[in-house]
């Protein structure tokens, strides 16, 4: 098992559908993060929890709505997207201590049409 | 605004030559983080540095930050094909769990 596991890889969907996104990590960790990454633009924070508490919606959009059951489970739920939503949706986690260091999943590549 | 900048954004070089990467801010960071993308995967971390002028070598990479915390490099010895991908800075501020703060990324290929 990698150390953080995110399915699906790859989503095409509408933008009337409702999917989600799971992450999974096996490291121990306490904390867990969701980030967009979209071309020719920097990774940005979307979601943190700590413990299972959202400590952190950076502006998000509704559209999104993040749950996280317990500190190894995290999904990102989506519903009604638009065209510009469509990008790399990376969770990461950490141990939430000291100097933050990012273990990050291979994303899900997601395409709304 | 950008918080880090990050030059060159593209980066195309024969195998065997080296190569700076830079990373720079006018703001402070507690921590400083590089990592490496390859295609269809998340990044990974490379290194983390904490003390201004410090320096860090893994393998054929060093890396070094400012002595004002504010700006980093990242050399790269003899490159190799492996080396491509692309290397993100991110620089940590404060004490707020998930405040990391990436730059836009250096896009480096190698070619045999």
């Known amino acids: 098992e990698t150390g953080v596991t995110q399915t699906p890889r790859h989503l095409v969907m509408g933008m009337t559908n409702k999917k989600s996104l799971k992450c999974e990590q096996h490291?121990?960790?306490?904390?867990m993060y969701w980030y967009k990454q979209s071309a020719k633009k920097p990774l940005e924070l979307m979601f943190v929890y700590n413990f299972k508490e959202q400590t952190e919606n950076n502006s998000v959009p509704s559209r999104f709505s993040p749950e996280c059951p317990n500190s190894s489970h995290l999904f990102l739920h989506l519903h009604t997207l638009q065209p510009e939503d469509s990008a790399l949706y990376l969770c990461?986690?950490?141990?939430?201590?000291?100097?933050?260091?990012?273990?990050f999943g291979s994303g899900t590549q997601l395409s709304v049409l | 605004t950008q918080l880090l900048e990050q030059s060159p954004q593209f980066l195309s070089i024969q195998e065997g030559e080296n190569l700076t990467v830079y990373c720079n801010s006018s703001s402070v960071f507690s921590s400083l983080q590089w990592y490496r993308q390859e295609p269809g995967e998340g990044p990974v971390l490379l290194v983390t540095?904490?003390?201004?002028?410090e320096v860090k070598k893994l393998k054929r990479l060093t890396f070094q930050f400012g002595d004002a915390r504010k700006d980093s490099s990242l050399h790269i010895t003899a490159a190799q094909p492996g080396d491509t991908g692309l290397y993100l800075c991110a620089g940590e501020r404060g004490s707020t769990l998930g405040r990391l703060y990436f730059g836009r990324g250096t896009q480096l290929t190698v070619w045999p």
């Open positions: 540095v904490v003390t201004g002028g």
């Open positions: 490291l121990g960790h306490n904390a």
């Open positions: 990461a986690s950490s141990s939430g201590q000291g100097v933050e260091k990012l273990f």
